[in-house]
């Protein structure tokens, strides 16, 4: 039999959802929500913590509880890697403004704060395993921070885009952060030393998140993060890029379609 405090938290997760109580809309005040349920101040208060750890509720010290204001959603579907690559080839005019961020978040150019990072880095164990370099060969490491214009968590964390830095030195300006954002991305940045993709494998775990990613994605601890990393191929079987990244797990949707082969008739 369910405690009173799950029937309390049940109810008002309800509310949330449907809209009756609305995104920053603050709670009625404990001693109205103690009649209305007819519970003691403790039993109360568990249900209230429990929706805050669920990232439903935010709690000021003193101030009193509000319905934690909508992050945004990121819907990431794997024909995105389809779409990017048939852009490579299109006009820079058509791919100005009109990128990833924007597909997964339904999001305009003008509605998202774009930052990126370069640097250069030797490659550890696990990036030599990957790769199929030799441990310390210099790489590129450029990380991105998009999130939406004046307010709210990053849609993610980047934990680094790594390529060979030989390979994409090829071309002087894939070194240069300050042409980024790039239309097009990376498929557009790698064709422009003659390298296309044959495919690109998504590494999906999940895991609690770290004290400074719930700080970052601003959501309680009941929460959990997908870690990401994607390993980009080209057509002669070589690893190009591999990206790390952390996504909130309350707002992203990992979506993946796999074509079938139909049996021969």
């Known amino acids: 039999m369910a405690a009173k405090y799950d029937h309390i938290a049940d109810d008002l997760r309800?509310?949330?959802?449907?809209?009756?109580?609305?995104?920053?809309?603050?709670?009625?005040?404990?001693?109205d929500l103690m009649g209305q349920y007819r519970v003691a101040l403790n039993t109360l208060r568990r249900a209230v913590?429990?929706?805050?750890?669920?990232?439903?509720?935010?709690?000021?010290?003193?101030?009193?509880?509000?319905v934690r204001q909508r992050r945004q959603a990121t819907r990431r579907h794997n024909e995105r890697y389809h779409w990017e690559k048939r852009r490579v080839h299109l006009p820079e005019e058509e791919r100005l403004g009109d990128g990833a961020s924007e597909k997964d978040t339904g999001l305009t150019f003008d509605d998202l704060e774009f930052r990126a990072t370069y640097s250069?880095?030797?490659?550890?164990e696990d990036l030599a395993r990957v790769f199929r370099v030799p441990v310390g060969t210099s790489m590129l490491r450029r990380d991105y921070h998009t999130k939406p214009r004046g307010h709210g968590a990053p849609l993610a964390i980047s934990k680094g885009s790594f390529l060979v830095y030989d390979l994409v030195a090829a071309n002087p300006d894939l070194l240069d952060e300050a042409r980024e954002p790039w239309p097009g991305g990376?498929?557009?940045?790698?064709?422009?030393?003659?390298?296309e993709l044959a495919r690109?494998?998504?590494?999906?775990?999940?895991?609690?998140?770290?004290?400074?990613?719930?700080?970052?994605f601003d959501f309680g601890t009941g929460t959990s993060v997908f870690v990401l990393r994607k390993i980009s191929i080209d057509t002669t079987g070589r690893v190009v890029e591999v990206s790390d990244a952390v996504w909130p797990g309350d707002r992203v949707d990992l979506v993946y379609t796999t074509e079938l082969a139909r049996w021969s008739e």
């Open 200 to 216: 690109i494998i998504d590494e999906v775990s999940c895991r609690p998140p770290t004290p400074e990613e719930a700080r970052i």
């Open 14 to 31: 309800k509310r949330i959802r449907e809209g009756d109580l609305a995104p920053g809309e603050r709670l009625p005040a404990e001693t």
């Open 120 to 124: 250069t880095v030797e490659a550890n």
């Open 49 to 66: 913590d429990t929706l805050a750890a669920e990232g439903l509720l935010e709690k000021r010290q003193g101030v009193g509880t509000w």
């Open 186 to 195: 990376t498929q557009h940045q790698l064709s422009t030393i003659g390298i």
